[in-house]
T-cell receptor, first 114, second 118 residues
C-alpha cells in the first residue's frame, strides 16, 4: 500500500529536549516536505527536499532541521524544542518531475512542548 | 509570492442543504495547479481534486462539484445535499510550475470548518 508514515503520532515533551519526528514514504517519490498546522493559519511549509541531499527552507524553518540521506526518509529534527513549536506536523511527498501532482500526506504528528 | 484566501472561517448548514466553500488565489505563474483537501475530525488530509490552470472545465464528482474561474482567480467547491459525514475542515491549495520554482511548496489557505447538522 502506497503511504507516508510518520512517527511518533503523538508526543509530549519538555522545552529543550531534542526530538526527531521520522517520515518515510514507499512510493519512490523525489519530493518530500514538512508542514505544520496551527489554528487559523492553515498549513505552513517548514522544509522541503527535491531529492537526496537536496533540502531547502520553507516559510517557517526557524528551530527545525532536516536531512535527506535516503530517498524514502525525511526526518524532522527539533534540536531544542520550545512551546511555540507545539503544533500538528505533517510530512508529505510527491512524484512530479514536470507534472505537478498532489501531495501525499502522512497521518500527522501532534507535538506538545511543555 | 503565492497566496490562497479562504474567507469563510466557519460554515454551519443543516443536512441536505447545498453549501459552497470559497477559494481565491494569487499567483504570478501562468501555469499552476489548484487543489482541495479535506481534513475530517480524525486529522488526516484527504486529497479531493486537482485542477490545472489551463483547464477551466468545471468538474462534478458525485455530490461534489468545483467551479474554476481564472478571470476571478477563484476555485470554489460546492457540496450538494450535504451530509453529517461532510463535516470537516476543507483546505484549498495552490502549487506553481516547476519552471518557475514555485512548485517547491503547496500554499494552503487557512481552511474552512464545515459543520453539517442533522
Amino acid at each position: 500500500e502506497a503511504q507516508v508514515t510518520q512517527n511518533p503520532r503523538y508526543l509530549i515533551t519538555v522545552t529543550g529536549k531534542k526530538l526527531t519526528v521520522t517520515c518515510s514514504q514507499n512510493m519512490n517519490h523525489e519530493y518530500m516536505s514538512w508542514y505544520r498546522q496551527d489554528p487559523g493559519l492553515g498549513l505552513r511549509q517548514i522544509y522541503y527536499s527535491m531529492n537526496v541531499e537536496v533540502t531547502d527552507k520553507g516559510d517557517v524553518p526557524e528551530g527545525y532541521k532536516v536531512s535527506r540521506k535516503e530517498k524514502r526518509n525525511f526526518p524532522l529534527i527539533l534540536e531544542s524544542p520550545s512551546p511555540n513549536q507545539t503544533s500538528l506536523y505533517f510530512c508529505a511527498s510527491s512524484f512530479d518531475r514536470g507534472n505537478t501532482g498532489e501531495l501525499f500526506f502522512g497521518e500527522g504528528s501532534r507535538l506538545t512542548v511543555l | 509570492a503565492q497566496k490562497v484566501t479562504q474567507a469563510q472561517t466557519e460554515i454551519s448548514v443543516v443536512e441536505k442543504e447545498d453549501v459552497t466553500l470559497d477559494c481565491v488565489y494569487e499567483t504570478r505563474d501562468t501555469t499552476y495547479y489548484l487543489f482541495w483537501y479535506k481534513q475530517p475530525p480524525s486529522g488526516e488530509l484527504v486529497f479531493l481534486i486537482r485542477r490545472n490552470s489551463f483547464d477551466e472545465q468545471n468538474e462534478i464528482s458525485g455530490r461534489y462539484s468545483w467551479n474554476f474561474q481564472k478571470s476571478t482567480s477563484s476555485f470554489n467547491f460546492t457540496i450538494t445535499a450535504s451530509q453529517v459525514v461532510d463535516s470537516a475542515v476543507y483546505f484549498c491549495a495552490l502549487r506553481g510550475a516547476w519552471s518557475s520554482g514555485s512548485a517547491r511548496q503547496l500554499t494552503f489557505g487557512s481552511g474552512t470548518q464545515l459543520t453539517v447538522l442533522p
